[in-house]
């Protein structure tokens, strides 16, 4: 063995560089991977705040994104919001707490580059706030999965960088 691959950094370096040619021939190279989500107040009627949640993939390539996380009609089974009250305390979650095994392809939504998904929630449905409170909402980055689309389909392996503003709902 020539002298350059006896030492532990060169042979971590010659890892890491297998790694990464490994990942570009199977499509993974490390690009802009970008997930934009925009918070807006739809409305505060009797039944709760209606807040609308706008996915933009604004990265260069395309992006698989766990629909288990998704306000798919409506509906919550995880808590993607952080909700906190006026004082800044968390508000809790009221909802569904699905545990599932590990996601397969189907378990996954295409979002093209520039293509939005836009879902409306009732904030109320899912955690504990009063139609007379004033809140601020935030998404949970740790429950949005958005990874690379490889160019069958197939879900690639790094996740996207997820971006979102922080929006305060008052009546």
């Known amino acids: 063995m020539p002298k350059v691959f006896r030492s532990i950094p060169s042979r971590i370096a010659i890892i890491v560089i297998g790694l990464g040619i490994a990942g570009y021939l199977r499509g993974e190279t490390q690009s802009n991977l970008r997930l934009e989500i925009q918070l807006a107040k739809v409305s505060f009627t009797g ?10 993939n604004t990265g260069d390539r395309d992006l698989r994104i766990l629909k288990w996380h998704l306000p798919c009609s409506g509906h919550l089974t995880v808590p993607i919001f952080v909700v906190r009250d006026e004082r800044g305390l968390l508000v809790p979650y009221m909802g569904i707490l699905a545990k599932r095994a590990a996601p397969d392809e189907a378990d ?20 504990k706030v009063g139609s007379g409170d004033s809140f601020s909402v935030s998404v949970d980055k740790d429950y949005v999965d958005a990874r690379p689309s490889i160019g069958d389909g197939s879900v690639g392996t790094g996740r996207a960088e997820i971006v979102s503003n922080e929006l305060t709902v008052t009546r």
């Open 108 to 127: 996954f939504v295409s979002l093209r580059v520039r293509e939005r998904l836009v879902f409306e929630v009732n904030l109320a449905s899912f955690y």
């Open 47 to 56: 039944a709760g705040p209606v807040v609308r949640e706008t996915l933009v």
